[in-house]
């Protein structure tokens, strides 16, 4: 990922931050809500097998992204602008962590629907820069998106390609 | 449940729990509801990947999310509906699972 301007590279330091606030009631109601809305028992049956899995799930994507954020540097050609560099297999944790971030920080700072429609100037106290990292994320979110929908992206991650012989 | 070998003895009342076939068959519904967070391509290409949908039909239901506010995503068994509701969470989207009314 190249290209990224002043304001992405510091909400993208902040994103292990954010990420580590999973564990607050609020957001975990949000993070891993209930299959059903009537039915309590498959509820609890859901909460004691399927919820540790997807608490795991969150969580290794945080740990993921957080380890591919330390090579988070400027680029040499342009000093205002920073680059990471990560393996395509890391893909679906960056968009995991990424959509994870912006449903927090949404929670944390009660910013609804009409908020994210707002000018950030009508925005006040901790929404301002709740929603502006949220859309902040949204925008790389967006790239990786787009990418994973292109019609011409169905190669498996991973493919080795030939190997070439070693000129003697 | 009691064991097998308790029943007929004297003092023990065996109840046994009949799932009746209509209860078998009755389709589970799956749906998404709608989040002011969540982007719509982000949904729209949850939907391809976790039904296989074409990007024509997913954007269709997300469409139907983000203005109505829910879609029914996906009708069928019970275990099913439950491996897509734990896919769909495992994306951050709101889904739940009911009864099909008809």
Same mark, same amino acid.
């Given at each position: 990922?190249?290209?990224?301007?002043?304001?992405?590279?510091?909400?993208?330091?902040?994103?292990?931050?954010?990420?580590?606030?999973?564990?607050?009631?609020?957001?975990?109601?949000?993070?891993?809500?209930?299959?059903?809305?009537?039915?309590?028992?498959?509820?609890?049956?859901?909460?004691?097998?399927?919820?540790?899995?997807?608490?795991? /799930? *969150?969580?290794?994507?945080? #740990?993921?992204?957080?380890?591919?954020?330390?090579?988070? !540097? &400027?680029?040499?050609?342009? =000093?205002?602008?920073?680059?990471?560099?990560?393996?395509?297999?890391?893909?679906?944790?960056?968009?995991?962590?990424?959509?994870?971030?912006?449903?927090?920080?949404?929670?944390?700072?009660?910013?609804?629907?009409?908020?994210?429609?707002?000018?950030?100037?009508?925005?006040?106290?901790?929404?301002?820069?709740?929603?502006?990292?949220?859309?902040?994320?949204?925008? /790389? *979110?967006?790239?990786?998106? #787009?990418?994973?929908?292109?019609?011409?992206?169905?190669? !498996? &991650?991973?493919?080795?390609? =030939?190997?070439?012989?070693?000129?003697? | 449940?009691?064991?097998?070998?308790?029943?007929?003895?004297?003092?023990?009342?065996?109840?046994?729990?009949?799932?009746?076939?209509?209860?078998?068959?009755?389709?589970?519904?799956?749906?998404?509801?709608?989040?002011?967070?969540?982007?719509?391509?982000?949904?729209?290409?949850?939907?391809?990947?976790?039904?296989?949908?074409?990007?024509?039909?997913?954007?269709?239901?997300?469409?139907?999310?983000?203005?109505?506010?829910?879609?029914?995503?996906?009708?069928?068994?019970?275990?099913?509906?439950?491996?897509?509701?734990?896919?769909?969470?495992?994306?951050?989207?709101?889904?739940?699972?009911?009864?099909?009314?008809?």
């Amino acid at each position: 990922m190249s290209g990224i301007n002043p304001l992405l590279a510091g909400c993208l330091h902040e994103l292990p931050r954010i990420l580590e606030l999973r564990d607050n009631p609020a957001v975990r109601a949000r993070l891993l809500p209930p299959p059903t809305a009537e039915d309590a028992a498959i509820n609890q049956e859901w909460k004691e097998s399927i919820e540790p899995d997807l608490r795991h /799930l *969150l969580a290794s994507a945080s #740990e993921i992204i957080t380890r591919d954020l330390t090579g988070l !540097k &400027p680029s040499p050609r342009a =000093p205002d602008c920073c680059f990471v560099t990560f393996p395509n297999t890391h893909t679906a944790a960056w968009m995991s962590a990424l959509n994870q971030a912006r449903l927090i920080l949404s929670v944390l700072a009660k910013v609804d629907e009409i908020d994210m429609n707002l000018p950030y100037s009508q925005l006040k106290g901790e929404k301002v820069l709740a929603v502006i990292q949220i859309d902040a994320f949204g925008i /790389l *979110l967006n790239q990786f998106v #787009e990418r994973e929908l292109k019609p011409s992206r169905r190669a !498996k &991650p991973n493919h080795p390609g =030939p190997k070439r012989r070693k000129k003697q | 449940m009691t064991p097998s070998n308790a029943a007929g003895q004297p003092g023990v009342i065996q109840i046994v729990e009949t799932i009746t076939k209509s209860e078998l068959s009755t389709p589970w519904n799956v749906v998404v509801h709608n989040d002011p967070i969540n982007l719509m391509t982000y949904v729209t290409m949850v939907l391809m990947r976790v039904f296989g949908y074409p990007r024509a039909k997913a954007n269709k239901m997300m469409l139907e999310v983000h203005n109505l506010g829910r879609s029914l995503v996906w009708s069928g068994g019970r275990e099913q509906a439950e491996h897509y509701v734990h896919q769909l969470h495992g994306y951050q989207l709101l889904a739940t699972m009911e009864k099909s009314s008809t």
